[in-house]
């Protein structure tokens, strides 16, 4: 392959295969700093319109929730533990076990629950489905 940069025999439009995909070999500028912000998102509470059945609980019903879920990267929540908890893995004092060297976004509080009814009209109440606050824990 013979690379082109717009002097010699080089050019800036030039493409490289890689395992039959097309990668430009000068990406457009900003592409990188979106996925890195991307990939840094606070977090936060979402939330999604979901039927009862999409929950995935074993539900039949065709009414719908409000999901509300807690979604993000804890980043500045970093503690003392967690950087020691990572330089013993790193070490490899801590083998084998699934340990995370990093804050998790979860449910500090649940919403109400929820009732609805089935497709066969049977009463069910769910508690603890949605999330109310989200933290870092």
């Known amino acids: 392959m013979v690379l082109e940069f717009g002097w010699g025999p080089f050019s800036a439009s030039q493409s490289m295969n890689s395992g039959g995909h ?9 592409n990188r700093m979106k996925r890195a912000r991307a990939r840094h998102k606070p977090c936060a509470l979402k939330e999604l ?3 009862v059945s999409e929950l995935g609980l074993g ?9 509300r879920y807690c979604s993000g990267t ?4 970093v503690r003392n533990y967690d950087l020691s908890l990572k330089n013993m893995r790193l070490k490899k004092k801590i083998k084998k076990e699934k340990v995370r060297a990093r804050p998790c976004c979860r449910p500090l509080a649940y919403d109400d629950d929820v009732s609805f009814l ?6 069910y109440t769910i508690n603890e489905l949605s999330a109310k606050e989200c933290g870092c824990v």
């Open 59 to 67: 539900y039949e019903s065709d009414e719908t929730v409000l999901f």
């Open 118 to 123: 089935d497709t066969y009209n049977r009463y």
């Open 49 to 51: 319109e979901v039927s």
């Open 22 to 30: 097309e990668l430009p070999l000068f990406p457009k500028p900003g």
């Open 74 to 77: 804890c980043e500045t929540a």
